[in-house]
T-cell receptor
Framework: GQNIDQPTEMTATEGAIVQINCTYQTSGFNGLFWYQQHAGEAPTFLSYNVLDGLEEKGRFSSFLSRSKGYSYLLLKELQMKDSASYLCAVRDKPGYALNFGKGTSLLVTP | DSGVTQTPKHLITATGQRVTLRCSPRSGDLSVYWYQQSLDQGLQFLIQYYNGEERAKGNILERFSAQQFPDLHSELNLSSLELGDSALYFC?????????????FGEGSWLTVV
């Protein structure tokens, strides 16, 4: 089975740094994905990790520890437009669907 | 724009009715996925097709069915609709089934059952 957990809500201040954690227990592992979703819109791809370590892409970074079943998404220099839901997803077999956590709703305040 | 096209964008229908949602994947993508997202749930995987064949099933109800056509577009059929089926239905696509391919989502079809 699949179990993907992330906090329901987080609040952070414009210009700050926020870390969104994700833990997972899955029957297999073929990659961990982070998506951003604004209310009522399509999820958009942010990052992908399949090996342990940190992947950096501009203001966003994602970390993976396969042995701990743990990932985090780090958002730096927060902007108001970063207020959105952040979805952690795991693919357990190559070429198959992603299984999503319920998402973390991030509110960025002035 | 992800390149995945879904129609209709909005749909209102009555309980007991049947609707069909349509999806055109990104050019060249062989895999199509259907997801359901309701207010109190995350993205729930329904079903996946790969090059015309069903590859995987998730939490799809027996009242729901899908297919992928030779031109790779897909349709999700929802029948005997209930109030609880009101949700945002996403189609997504990815390239050939190799490891690491990102899934790209369409804008979704909002279904309201009244």
């Amino acid at each position: 089975g699949q179990n993907i957990d992330q906090p329901t809500e987080m609040t952070a201040t414009e210009g700050a740094i926020v870390q969104i954690n994700c833990t997972y227990q899955t029957s297999g592992f073929n990659g961990l994905f982070w998506y951003q979703q604004h209310a009522g819109e399509a999820p958009t791809f942010l990052s992908y990790n399949v090996l342990d370590g940190l992947e950096e892409k501009g203001r966003f970074s994602s970390f993976l520890s396969r042995s701990k079943g743990y990932s985090y998404l780090l958002l730096k220099e927060l902007q108001m437009k970063d207020s959105a839901s952040y979805l952690c997803a795991v693919r357990d077999k190559p070429g198959y669907a992603l299984n999503f956590g319920k998402g973390t709703s991030l509110l960025v305040t002035p | 724009d992800s390149g995945v096209t879904q129609t209709p964008k909005h749909l209102i229908t009555a309980t007991g009715q049947r609707v069909t949602l349509r999806c055109s994947p990104r050019s060249g993508d062989l895999s199509v996925y259907w997801y359901q997202q309701s207010l109190d749930q995350g993205l729930q995987f329904l079903i996946q097709y790969y090059n015309g064949e069903e590859r995987a099933k998730g939490n799809i109800l027996e009242r729901f069915s899908a297919q992928q056509f030779p031109d790779l577009h897909s349709e999700l059929n929802l029948s005997s609709l209930e109030l609880g089926d009101s949700a945002l239905y996403f189609c997504a696509s990815s390239a050939s089934g190799v490891s690491g391919n990102t899934i790209y989502f369409g804008e979704g079809s909002w279904l309201t059952v009244v």
